[in-house]
């Protein structure tokens, strides 16, 4: 069975930095692209890093292209989404997925709140 867990979400204060981590399992992980898709309250999803199998080629929406980094680890199955300078516009929910869109094959979300 197909599974992602997302962890390392959290309450900081604007300027502040988090590192958000996604397990995977039940799948051939290290020949897959993934994706770290967010929502904000009220609004769609929003793709907002990617990275290829390999973890050599990596792209982020330009909103956080200067200030979110995506990596993995394939031994270990873990992508990871480091932020740093967050914003309020930052906040919402955060999924790692196999689905460019978001909309399916992800894991049930870490919460990120950016406020003072």
């Known amino acids: 069975e197909e599974r992602l867990v997302e962890s390392g979400g959290g309450w900081v204060q604007p300027g502040g930095s988090l590192m958000l981590s996604c397990l995977g399992s039940?799948?051939?992980?290290?020949?897959?692209?993934m994706f770290w898709v967010r929502q904000a309250p009220g609004k769609g999803l929003e793709r907002v890093s990617t990275?290829?199998?390999?973890?050599?080629?990596?792209v982020s929406v330009d909103s956080v292209e200067d200030r979110f980094d995506i990596s993995r680890d394939n031994s270990k199955n873990m992508i990871y989404l480091s932020m740093r300078n967050l914003k309020p516009e930052d906040s919402g929910m955060y999924y790692c997925?196999?689905?460019?869109?978001?909309?399916?094959?992800r894991g049930q979300g870490t919460q990120v709140t950016v406020s003072s």
């Open positions: 997925t196999l689905d460019p869109t978001g909309a399916t094959r």
């Open positions: 039940g799948f051939t992980f290290n020949k897959h692209w």
């Open positions: 990275i290829d199998p390999d973890g050599e080629y990596k």
